[in-house]
């Protein structure tokens, strides 16, 4: 553990740092302070250290002693960074805790909760912002070079730099540059994040004058009836609304774009780009000054109460029930008295529909964290936060790791959503989990809600844990949408099903096309097809990295490995029997869009999955056209079940519900419900009754039953015995290790050695190893081990000492050469 206590020294006392550096080391490095430096090192400080041989680092100061090291002689920290520290003791605790219990390395999780620019190494990629214009003539000398070099390379990493210079301390330089918006970090891979934009348009002031217009529109219904009928249209929308947006404006006139850009050529119109928000205007639910149901206001005041007693409460509130409305309220609350709130959702994508409705409230005081920023940006929220100008903060998972000194809130929304499970690389936490640890260790509250919860939450809830609160009636009294289940299997023998939709939903598609309403339809797959085979010889093309087959994507006519990312060209003949009689087996999102297009020539299919999402605001553009009713029909992976709440979208296809349903997985049934669920949800959530339609070979499955029903409660009650019988969360703690090596058999005999290791201490707690569904993954074999430790008479911390030190023990022996093992905490 670290120590946080801060002696007081002279000027003359020789100092020594122990700093946490960005890299998987067991033990903390010590450095020695120079004199000088005495009375300026400080807990939470940036210093530039030299590590091994050759290689400069960014570290933080953990500890400030007088005693040397005894093991190695101390070498002298380069360059101290900061005037004042950019971590602050909180951070540090909960650091330490999250490498204890997650078994990793706190280095690992500096690695992870730092952004990269304040964590600068010899290899860390520097380029010039060519977005930012500057005064060259306001630079330094040492500067102007290094600017002068990223002209004719434009990348360089902080060697080339410190060579260029002829020096090692460049990082201070770099800081300057950095700050001054000059350079940027080109480790971030995100795209930077931009917010939505909108066309308005706006009639030439000359036009407001009645016989100028009457002039006009005589000249139009004579030579452009087309345009006639779109300023008659805007004079009408004008009169209704304030602003004009373009793409009601088409709708509105039928005149079609070409005749908006006509009027606008004539300077008759003026077109102007606005930044907006995703939310529709005039609705009430999103209202600045909304008034609470009186069945939110009872919730509302049981939160209160149950705070009083419990730090962590559990909002059980189905969907579109105003748990949002809750949330603003306790926050509001919570800024009043002069405390932070941190807000967790589980998706990026979520962030811009609530900090608009937020903003409302807390304006400047408000600010968004998650990867679609650049290193830049997200350097420029941490200082926000860490000088206390941020009072709120959005964000994803990495959220959780900024710099709160006063933290009163934490909203952890959707809980139950495997998005706030890190799987790779190291530290494996779980954000809800290390937010609820946060909690306790500011002393503030934390409030879960889902439609959903996830078991884990639920048990602790009815357990008195957590303090209980439920929200069973939709904002707005709208009903929850009307659910059918069709089997695949009898409209197969009856030959109604058309390629992979079946009668009842294309009949449900239909109607919604012709009442000019919207549809989303849920593929858990993306790419065409998962597998192509011979019909010869039964060949099947597989990863040359995984032990998986590749999956056909017929946009870029290639094979493509979803675990490492391998392409090779779509072969036209078979490589192992030279038989030309090759086929495609199953389908993803991309299939189904192409059929659907075939089904419905005249309707605008659109498609959202990670290959239509990956280029710069991708996304967002599919959400606005979706809300602008320039799709028709939108076909997605689990993405469509997110955050997506739109007036007129009323049918909701689920085209095959048997992938979520038979999956491996002891939590199957669990996340089959909540998946299902929520994209249900989507269905009719203004106005008007939504319509599920659940296709499936297994139309009697109980998931199903319950979905229809959503009867949650059954749902769990059903599933808590067979968890607690075989040895599952929430009874049971899971720990889940990875032993990976290049060599299948190599890989046997560690993995052996390692689980018989683990039985002597731990006995039959210990299951495996076995190979998981995926037994190879970027040329690496995988074997997994499997702990279940019971909840009750069980110390964890012992259990993750004992873990740790068996796989020291085992990295110190020949056997391990080769291999790495990744130890996984409460792994699904």
């Given at each position: 553990m670290l120590e946080f206590a801060?002696?007081?020294?002279?000027d003359r006392t020789t100092l020594f740092v122990e700093v946490i550096l960005p890299l998987a080391i067991a033990i903390n490095y010590t450095y020695r302070v120079p004199l000088e430096l005495n009375d300026q090192v400080a807990i939470g400080k940036r210093v530039v250290v030299q590590f091994g041989k050759s290689k400069l680092y960014t570290?933080?100061?953990?500890?400030?002693?007088?005693?040397?090291?005894?093991?190695?002689?101390?070498?002298?920290?380069?360059?101290?960074?900061?005037?004042?520290?950019?971590?602050?003791?909180?951070?540090?605790?909960?650091?330490?805790?999250?490498a204890d219990y997650y078994l990793c390395n706190i280095g690992e999780v500096m690695n992870a909760a730092l952004p990269s620019a304040l964590k600068l190494a010899s290899e860390t990629k520097i380029t010039l912002n060519k977005e930012f214009e500057f005064d060259r003539s306001e630079l330094n000398d040492r500067e102007y070079l290094i600017v002068d070099a990223l002209d004719l390379q434009p990348e360089l990493t902080v060697s080339d730099i410190a060579k260029l210079l002829g020096q090692k301390t460049v990082m201070p330089i770099l800081k300057q540059l950095f700050e001054k918006n000059i350079i940027i970090i080109s480790e971030e891979v995100s795209d930077r994040y931009k917010p939505r934009r909108k066309t308005y348009i706006s009639i030439n002031p000359v036009y407001h004058n009645s016989a100028q217009l009457q002039e006009l529109f005589e000249i139009l219904e004579r030579r452009a009836p087309k345009q006639a009928d779109a300023v008659l249209a805007y004079m009408k929308l004008s009169r209704q609304q304030k602003a004009v947006l373009k793409s009601e404006?088409?709708?509105?006139?039928?005149?079609?774009?070409?005749?908006?850009?006509?009027?606008?050529?004539?300077?008759?119109?003026?077109?102007?780009?606005?930044?907006?928000?995703?939310?529709?205007?005039?609705?009430?639910?999103?209202?600045?000054?909304?008034?609470?149901?009186?069945?939110?206001?009872?919730?509302?005041?049981?939160?209160?109460?149950?705070?009083?007693?419990?730090?962590?409460?559990?909002?059980?509130?189905v969907t579109s029930s105003g748990k949002t409305q809750l949330y603003i309220k306790q926050i509001e609350e919570m800024v009043n008295s002069g405390r932070q709130v941190l807000y967790l959702l589980p998706e990026i994508a979520l962030t811009t529909h609530i900090v608009e409705r937020l903003r409302k409230y807390f304006g400047a005081a408000i600010?968004?964290?998650?990867?679609?920023?650049?290193?830049?940006?997200?350097?420029?929220?941490?200082?926000?936060?860490?000088?206390?100008?941020?009072?709120?903060?959005?964000?994803?998972?990495?959220?959780?790791?900024?710099?709160?000194?006063?933290?009163?809130?934490?909203?952890?929304?959707?809980?139950?959503?495997?998005?706030?499970?890190?799987?790779?690389?190291?530290?494996?936490?779980?954000?809800?989990?290390?937010?609820?640890?946060?909690?306790?260790?500011?002393?503030?509250?934390?409030?879960?809600?889902?439609?959903?919860?996830?078991?884990?939450?639920?048990?602790?809830?009815?357990?008195?844990?957590y303090g209980f609160v439920e929200l069973m009636e939709r904002y707005g009294g709208v009903q929850?949408?009307?659910?059918?289940?069709?089997?695949?299997?009898?409209?197969?023998?009856?030959?109604?099903?058309?390629?992979?939709?079946?009668?009842?939903?294309?009949?449900?598609?239909?109607?919604?096309?012709?009442?000019?309403?919207?549809?989303?339809?849920?593929?858990?797959?993306?790419?065409?097809?998962?597998?192509?085979?011979?019909?010869?010889?039964?060949?099947?093309?597989?990863?040359?990295?995984?032990d998986v087959s590749l999956t056909y994507h017929k946009s870029s006519g290639r094979l493509h490995c979803h675990y490492c990312g391998y392409r090779e060209e779509s072969p036209a003949v078979c490589p192992a029997c030279g038989s030309t009689q090759l086929e495609y087996k199953g389908f993803g999102t991309e299939k189904i869009e192409d059929e659907l297009q075939l089904l419905l020539p005249d309707s605008k299919i659109a498609r959202m999955d990670l290959d239509t999402t990956r280029s710069k605001n991708a996304f967002q553009n599919i959400l606005n056209?979706?809300?602008?009713?320039?799709?028709?029909?939108?076909?997605?992976?689990?993405?469509?079940?997110?955050?997506?709440?739109?007036?007129?979208?009323?049918?909701?296809?689920?085209?095959?519900?048997?992938?979520?349903?038979?999956?491996?997985?002891?939590?199957?049934?669990?996340?089959?419900?909540?998946?299902?669920?929520?994209?249900?949800?989507?269905?009719?959530?203004?106005?008007?009754?939504?319509?599920?339609?659940?296709?499936?070979?297994?139309?009697?499955?109980?998931?199903?039953?319950?979905?229809?029903?959503?009867?949650?409660?059954?749902?769990?009650?059903?599933?808590?015995?067979?968890?607690?019988?075989?040895?599952?969360?929430?009874?049971?703690?899971?720990?889940?290790?990875?032993?990976k090596h290049k060599e299948a058999?190599?890989?046997?005999?560690?993995?052996?050695?390692?689980?018989?290791?683990?039985?002597?201490?731990?006995?039959?707690?210990?299951i495996g190893p076995e190979y998981p569904m995926v037994g190879r993954i970027r040329n690496y074999f995988i074997k997994s081990i499997l702990l279940k430790f019971e909840k009750d008479g069980v110390s964890l911390p012992k259990v993750r000492a004992t873990l740790r030190e068996v796989i020291l023990n085992y990295n110190t022996t020949k056997l391990s050469k080769g291999s790495i093992v990744q130890p996984d905490v409460d792994p699904y």
């Open positions: 801060e002696a007081k020294y002279t570290a933080i100061i953990a500890r400030i002693t007088d005693r040397a090291p005894e093991k190695y002689e101390a070498k002298y920290i380069i360059e101290l960074l900061d005037d004042v520290p950019v971590v602050n003791r909180e951070q540090l605790q909960f650091w330490t805790w999250m404006l088409i709708e509105a006139s039928g005149a079609g774009a070409a005749a908006i850009k006509g009027l606008i050529d004539k300077e008759i119109f003026f077109a102007e780009e606005r930044t907006v928000s995703r939310l529709r205007e005039g609705d009430e639910e999103l209202e600045a000054n909304f008034e609470l149901s009186p069945a939110q206001q009872v919730a509302l005041g049981e939160i209160k109460t149950q705070f009083e007693q419990k730090d962590v409460v559990l909002l059980h509130g600010g968004v964290y998650h990867s679609r920023f650049n290193d830049n940006e997200r350097v420029e929220v941490w200082q926000k936060v860490l000088n206390g100008q941020y009072r709120v903060v959005l964000g994803a998972r990495s959220s959780i790791f900024l710099p709160f000194d006063d933290l009163g809130l934490i909203v952890v929304d959707e809980e139950h959503e495997t998005s706030y499970k890190q799987f790779d690389p190291a530290p494996r936490y779980n954000a809800r989990d290390a937010a609820i640890y946060m909690g306790n260790m500011y002393n503030s509250k934390v409030l879960l809600g889902s439609a959903t919860p996830s078991f884990e939450s639920y048990y602790n809830a009815k357990g008195g844990k929850l949408p009307a659910t059918d289940v069709v089997s695949i299997t009898e409209e197969t023998k009856k030959k109604t099903i058309q390629s992979h939709f079946t009668s009842v939903l294309m009949q449900d598609i239909g109607n919604a096309l012709t009442a000019k309403e919207q549809v989303i339809l849920f593929q858990n797959r993306r790419g065409y097809a998962p597998v192509m085979v011979c019909r010869t010889c039964a060949y099947t093309p597989k990863c040359v990295n995984c056209e979706l809300e602008e009713k320039r799709i028709d029909v939108l076909v997605g992976t689990q993405m469509v079940a997110k955050g997506l709440d739109f007036d007129g979208v009323t049918v909701i296809g689920i085209i095959n519900a048997d992938s979520l349903l038979k999956y491996p997985d002891f939590r199957a049934n669990e996340r089959a419900f909540q998946m299902l669920a929520q994209v249900s949800g989507r269905a009719g959530r203004r106005g008007k009754q939504g319509k599920v339609v659940i296709q499936t070979y297994d139309p009697g499955n109980r998931v199903l039953k319950q979905v229809i029903e959503n009867d949650y409660i059954d749902l769990y009650n059903t599933e808590m015995p067979e968890r607690k019988s075989y040895k599952y969360p929430p009874f049971y703690r899971l720990i889940n290790i990875n032993i058999e190599v890989l046997h005999n560690q993995a052996e050695y390692l689980a018989k290791e683990l039985r002597q201490h731990f006995g039959d707690r210990v």
